[in-house]
């Protein structure tokens, strides 16, 4: 039985290595790849803690700043805290952060947008009437919903250099 799951295994690696499957973040000896078009991006300071929240986000997993900065990544950030459900008994509220961010590429050299879009998040978070504790709630539904949306954003722009890549 082992050899059979052996066999199969080794069928299975031939036929990826086959169709031309790569890893979305590898890199080769000739070309840097996505992390190196990644890295290339350089992002502008935000006027808001959200918007700073998602842009810590970015560059610590692209590792911006690292390369040539050959792309500009323009963000603009909303927040909503709405309340979802409010019962007068017991005293607790719920609320949730939405997070809405449009993002831009922009390549330095020719000034081009290459891709754009708009992604967001929404955390609920409990206000229980004790003052510190509805604070600290806000800020980590607050922080939470950044992480998502640099997380997507990220993924995105990955995305986005691969299919360059493969064309």
Not at 151 to 162: E, Q, S, V
């Amino acid at each position: 039985m082992p050899r059979l799951s052996a066999i199969l295994l080794m069928v299975a690696a031939l036929v990826l290595a086959g169709c031309g499957y790569h890893p979305l973040y590898g890199s080769t000896a000739t070309s840097p790849g996505v992390a190196g078009n990644l890295a290339g991006i350089s992002i502008p300071e935000a006027s808001d803690r959200p918007g700073q929240l998602i842009r810590n986000e970015l560059i610590s997993s692209m590792q911006t700043g690292k390369g040539e900065e050959k792309y500009l990544l323009n963000l603009t950030t909303t927040v909503q805290d709405n309340g979802v459900i409010q019962k007068k008994q017991p005293a607790v509220t719920r609320q949730a952060i939405l997070i809405t961010t449009s993002y831009e590429l922009i390549d330095r050299s020719s000034g081009k947008v290459l891709t754009k879009g708009s992604t967001f998040s929404r955390v609920p978070y409990d206000v229980i009437r004790q003052p510190f504790a509805d604070l600290q709630a806000q800020k980590d539904a607050t922080e939470r919903a950044a992480r998502e949306v640099g997380i997507d954003i990220r993924t995105r722009l990955a995305a986005f250099f691969a299919k360059q890549q493969n064309s």
